[in-house]
C-alpha cells in the first residue's frame, strides 16, 4: 500500500496568512494526488484534484503543486473559513489511501 | 442541488450486522462511480470500498473488510448500499458515501461526499 504523510500535523495561523502544508508518497503516484477540507460534522469538500487543478466553486485562493512523491497545498490568504482540517490522498493505485490530516487552527 | 443521505449506522454487537444505505439526488447516479469512505473517531479518513458504474460493475475493499462488508447499487432507485458482516470494534467510525463524477476516481478524486452515518460496535 502507498503510505501517504502530511506535515505538518496541526499548526496556528492568523487570517491572512500564508499557510502551506505538505504531503509525501511513500512511492511515485505522478499527479494522482488529490486535498480535501473537512469540518467537524460536515462532508469533506474536494479542494485539488490531479495535484494542482482546482475544483469548481473552490476560491482561487487555494492552491496545490507537485508531483512524483512531493506535493503541497498553499492557502494564500487564510480566510476564516479556512479553520479546518485538511487531508491530502493518492488516487494512483488501490487501496486508495489518506493522509493523517493537518489542522489548521486560529492563533 | 446535489445530495446524498446515508442511513442505516447504530450500535451493534461484536460479529453482529448492519447495512448501510445512501439515497442520492441532484445528479445522474449511474454515471458515478461510487465508495464508502470511513473516519473512527479521532482518526483520520479510511477508504473502505468502490463500485464502478454498473456497465463495469468493477469492485475494489479495503484489506481491513474484505469479506466481511460487501458494496452494491441500485441505479433504479439512486442507492448505494453497504452490507457490514462480522462487525468489529475497529470498524467504528462515521461512514462515508462519496461519489466520483464520470467514473474518474482516479484521475479527479472524490468530488462528492455525504455527512455520514455512525456506527458503533460495542458490546
Known amino acids: 500500500d502507498i503510505q501517504m504523510t502530511q506535515s505538518p500535523s496541526s499548526l496556528s495561523a492568523s487570517v491572512r496568512d500564508r499557510v502551506t502544508i505538505t504531503c509525501r508518497a511513500s512511492q511515485s503516484i505522478r499527479t494522482f494526488l488529490n486535498w480535501y477540507q473537512h469540518k467537524p460534522g460536515k462532508a469533506p469538500k474536494l479542494l485539488i484534484y490531479?495535484?494542482?487543478s482546482l475544483q469548481s466553486g473552490v476560491p482561487l485562493r487555494f492552491s496545490g503543486s507537485g508531483s512524483g512523491t512531493d506535493f503541497t497545498l498553499t492557502i494564500t490568504s487564510l480566510q476564516p473559513e479556512d479553520f479546518a482540517t485538511y487531508y491530502c490522498?493518492?488516487?494512483?493505485?488501490?487501496?486508495?489511501?489518506f493522509g493523517q490530516g493537518t489542522k489548521v487552527e486560529i492563533k | 442541488e446535489v445530495q446524498l443521505v446515508e442511513s442505516g449506522g447504530g450500535l451493534v454487537q461484536p460479529g453482529g450486522s448492519l447495512r448501510l444505505s445512501c439515497v442520492v439526488s441532484?445528479?445522474?447516479?449511474?454515471?458515478?462511480?461510487m465508495n464508502w469512505v470511513r473516519q473512527a473517531p479521532g482518526k483520520g479518513l479510511e477508504w473502505v470500498s468502490y463500485i464502478n458504474t454498473s456497465t463495469t460493475g468493477t469492485i475494489f475493499y479495503a484489506d481491513s473488510v474484505k469479506g466481511r462488508f460487501t458494496i452494491s447499487r441500485d441505479d433504479a432507485k439512486n442507492s448505494l448500499y453497504l452490507q457490514m458482516n462480522s462487525l468489529r470494534a475497529e470498524d467504528t467510525a462515521v461512514y462515508h458515501c462519496?461519489?466520483?463524477?464520470?467514473?474518474?476516481?482516479?484521475?479527479?478524486?472524490?468530488?462528492?461526499w455525504g455527512q455520514g452515518t455512525m456506527v458503533t460496535v460495542s458490546s
Open positions: 490531479a495535484a494542482s
Open positions: 490522498q493518492q488516487s494512483y493505485s488501490t487501496p486508495w489511501t
Open positions: 462519496v461519489g466520483c463524477s464520470g467514473g474518474r476516481c482516479y484521475d479527479d478524486g472524490f468530488d462528492i
Open positions: 441532484g445528479f445522474t447516479f449511474r454515471t458515478y462511480s
